[in-house]
């Protein structure tokens, strides 16, 4: 199975910081690789899919990279709406997710 | 618009059995890979089942041999049968449809998510 590690567990920030959160793959998984952002009582949605695409709709302050075993989602200029916890999941096989990364109002 | 809409979830005692269903429109569930993820509460995301375009089907360790995955394409509906339960079943679970990238002008599916439904809540508790 692939495991997947984000850091941290918990980020706090400023609207309109820029903001990074990691993700650290078992073994190397690629570019096959999705952020999701998920808001209390809500389904995930997807951001950023093959490590660095976006998804239709997503704004741009949303970018992605990385491949093999380490990862990254950026947002800079941090609106009130991105304040939510981000999923990162692998798919090279099957799927699997990171433990979730909450960004919170500092 | 793709919708997905989860619903049979409830409270349920150890050992028994459940069937979810999630009612799609917007696009044809026997066309496009399908899975159900699951949330248990305060916890993160984990990847319970799919179903292929083809028909054949995988399960995640902890539920193999204990859940089914099943769609009906006149109904455009997919379900999960869940028997057995267990209280670590305990969880939201959503149905999602699986994106689709393009290979050489062509649009194939793909292993990220891009509709879920709202999710149902399972409780196993007796």
């Known amino acids: 199975d692939i495991q997947m590690t984000q850091s941290p567990s918990t980020l706090s920030a400023s609207v309109g910081d820029r903001v990074t959160i990691t993700c650290r793959a078992s073994q190397s998984i690629s570019n096959w690789l999705a952020w999701y952002q998920q808001k209390a009582g809500k389904a995930p949605k997807v951001l950023i899919y093959?490590?660095?695409i976006s998804e239709s709709g997503v704004p741009s302050r949303f970018s992605g990279s990385g491949s093999g075993t380490e990862f990254s989602l950026t947002i800079i200029n941090l609106q009130p709406e991105d304040f939510a916890t981000y999923y990162c999941?692998?798919?090279?096989?099957?799927?699997?997710f990171g433990q979730g990364t909450k960004v919170e109002i500092k | 618009e793709v919708q997905l809409v989860e619903s049979g979830g409830g409270l349920v005692q150890p050992g028994g059995s459940l069937r979810l269903s999630c009612e799609a429109s917007?696009?044809?569930?026997?066309?496009?890979?399908m899975s159900w993820v699951r949330q248990a509460p305060g916890k993160g995301l984990e990847w319970v089942s799919v179903i292929y375009s083809g028909g054949s089907t995988e399960f995640a360790d902890s539920v193999k041999g204990r859940f089914t995955i099943l769609r009906h394409s006149s109904e455009n509906t997919l379900y999960l049968q869940m028997n057995s339960l267990r209280p670590e079943d305990t969880a939201v679970y959503y149905c999602?449809?699986?994106?689709?990238?393009?290979?050489?002008?062509?649009?194939?599916?793909?292993?990220?998510?891009?509709?879920w439904g709202q999710g149902t809540l399972v409780t196993v508790s007796s």
């Open positions: 999602a449809k699986h994106g689709r990238v393009s290979y050489y002008g062509a649009r194939s599916p793909s292993w990220y998510f891009d509709s």
């Open positions: 917007g696009f044809a569930v026997s066309t496009n890979y």
């Open positions: 093959k490590a660095s």
């Open positions: 999941q692998q798919y090279k096989s099957f799927a699997s």
